[in-house]
């Protein structure tokens, strides 16, 4: 999504800013389009009223993805010694399992729980959710990867006010269903549910005692008999 709202930005003549790189002082601009990641706006954002979006993934494939990618990727931060790992990094860590479903249940319990806490309530920051709510459009990856008729990205535009015709190139040459090409280095393959194929009843229910909540708040469950679906 970084890369379609940057060539958004460009198409109808907007700036682009990636909040990663900004201060805490940051102030909005006008006519520019931001990409904050981690869900952690800079304060005086917070005071502005802005229109955004907001894309969540079901949390049980974002430990999927995010035990591949952190066992494998070359971010800084995994290679830094942590205290609390005994001086071990992240990426010593989540490596040292044998199996998959250990670096699975290690995921969930560290840099997982993080991004979902983030999708929940904006890790218990009061201001950053009550930001979120009065200003974006939750959106979900589910649905944009498979938004062929682009139903989905029409409403995003709308919400954005963006023009659809000028923005619709940008969404279809990063779409994983356009372009095969478009997983990149921070991908694997972009499917989703792959939960559903991966965990049996025991990481299932490893899962559901940690972040059944966070299903049911984002829309993916209403209850834990989904745990019962998988096979033995």
């Known amino acids: 999504m970084r890369r379609v709202f940057k060539d958004v930005a460009a198409a109808i003549g907007s700036d682009f800013g990636d909040l990663r790189e900004a201060d805490a002082a940051a102030v909005p601009q006008k006519n520019t389009i931001y990409l904050e990641d981690h869900t952690h706006f800079p304060a005086p954002f917070l005071k502005r009223k802005v229109r955004g979006i907001r894309i969540v993934r079901d949390p049980r494939d974002v430990v999927i993805s995010g035990a591949h990618y952190h066992a494998r990727s070359s971010e800084a931060w995994l290679h830094e010694a942590k205290p609390f790992f005994d001086g071990k990094t992240y990426a010593e860590m989540i490596n ?137």
């Open 96 to 232: 040292s399992f044998e199996t998959i479903t250990d670096r699975y249940r290690f995921e969930m319990d560290n840099a997982a729980a993080d991004t979902i806490a983030a999708m929940t309530d904006a890790k218990g920051d009061k201001a950053q959710q009550q930001f979120l709510e009065q200003n974006f459009l939750t959106v979900k990856y589910e649905d944009l990867v498979e938004d062929t008729e682009l139903t989905e990205f029409s409403k995003v535009c709308q919400h954005l006010k963006l023009p659809v015709r000028k923005a619709k190139p940008a969404f279809l040459k990063h779409s994983l269903f356009a372009n095969k090409n478009a997983v990149g280095h921070h991908g694997r393959s972009g499917r989703k549910q792959q939960w559903k194929s991966v965990f049996d009843q025991k990481l299932g229910r490893a899962f559901a005692d940690r972040h059944q909540r966070s299903l049911e708040i984002l829309g993916y469950e209403k209850d834990d008999s989904w745990v019962e679906s998988l096979k033995p």
